[in-house]
Nanobody, 114 residues
Framework: VQLQASGGGLVQAGGSLRLSCAAS????????MGWYRQAPEKQRELVAT???????TYADSVKGRFTISRDNAKNTVYLQMNSLKPEDTAVYYC?????????WGQGTQVTVSS
C-alpha cells in the first residue's frame, strides 16, 4: 500500500488547512490510520488517529482544533486543521497500521506564519 499525503502549505496563524492521505488500496484492513508530524530538530510525534470503527484520539496540543476523519469509499483519511499556530509548523506524515505492519506516506509541509 502506498500513502500519498497532500494539502500542506503556508498559512497565517489562525488559518486553516485540510490534509488528505490517499491510499493506493483499501484502508478497510487497517486497524488504525493516523497523522504524525515532525518539526525541525524534534522527534516525530503523534497528532491524531482514527480506528477502523471510527474512534479518534488526539494529541493534547491539537485537541479542539484538529479533526481526523476517514472516507473508506475513497480510501482517504483527512486532517482538518483549524486555528493554526506557528508551533504547528512541521512535516506531516500519514500512517496506516495493521498488526505487525506500519506504512508511512511521504509527508507534506505545513508552515504557519505568525
Amino acid at each position: 500500500v502506498q500513502l500519498q499525503a497532500s494539502g500542506g502549505g503556508l498559512v497565517q496563524a489562525g488559518g486553516s488547512l485540510r490534509l488528505s492521505c490517499a491510499a493506493s488500496g483499501s484502508i478497510d484492513s487497517f486497524a488504525v490510520m493516523g497523522w504524525y508530524r515532525q518539526a525541525p530538530e524534534k522527534q516525530r510525534e503523534l497528532v491524531a488517529t482514527i480506528s477502523s470503527g471510527g474512534s479518534t484520539t488526539y494529541a493534547d496540543s491539537v485537541k479542539g482544533r484538529f479533526t481526523i476523519s476517514r472516507d473508506n469509499a475513497k480510501n482517504t483519511v483527512y486532517l482538518q486543521m483549524n486555528s493554526l499556530k506557528p508551533e504547528d509548523t512541521a512535516v506531516y506524515y500519514c500512517s496506516a497500521y495493521r498488526p505487525f505492519v506500519r506504512y508511512w506516506g511521504q509527508g507534506t509541509q505545513v508552515t504557519v506564519s505568525s
